[in-house]
């Protein structure tokens, strides 16, 4: 049962990515997702939790403009797009596991090693 992210890099302020996080050995669509970043020297925050059917997302007030979660669960992968990217959105990027389908479930220890995003010019 494991959790990876992909699809980190470098970019320029202003730049977008796509983050992709795989699912393997569980049944992927039966659980909650979500996304969360964490800073050199900071806490790990929530970014969104998608629903296990993808139709209900709940994002952090920083991320409502600009970023955009979504999931096949044909392909048992998550996604986040990111667009206007800016320095402050500099972080590693995880995948975590959810208790049920649904969206306000407890998080749980089921996490990726996640994917770092850096943003500069």
């Known amino acids: 049962v494991q959790l990876v992210e992909s699809g980190g890099g470098s970019v320029q302020p202003g730049g977008s990515l796509t983050l992709a996080c795989i699912g393997s050995g569980f049944k992927f669509g039966d659980y909650a997702l979500s996304w969360y970043r964490q800073a050199d020297g900071k806490k790990r925050e929530l970014v969104v939790v998608i629903s296990g059917g993808g139709g209900t997302l709940r994002y952090e007030d920083f991320a409502k403009e600009r970023f955009t979660a979504f999931r096949d669960n044909t392909k048992n992968t998550m996604y986040l797009k990111m667009l206007n990217l800016k320095p402050e959105d500099t972080a590693r990027y995880f995948c975590?596991?959810?208790?049920?389908?649904?969206?306000?479930?407890?998080?749980?220890?089921?996490w990726g090693e996640g994917t770092m995003v850096s943003v500069a010019s």
């Open positions: 975590r596991r959810h208790k049920t389908t649904y969206s306000n479930s407890p998080g749980t220890d089921l």
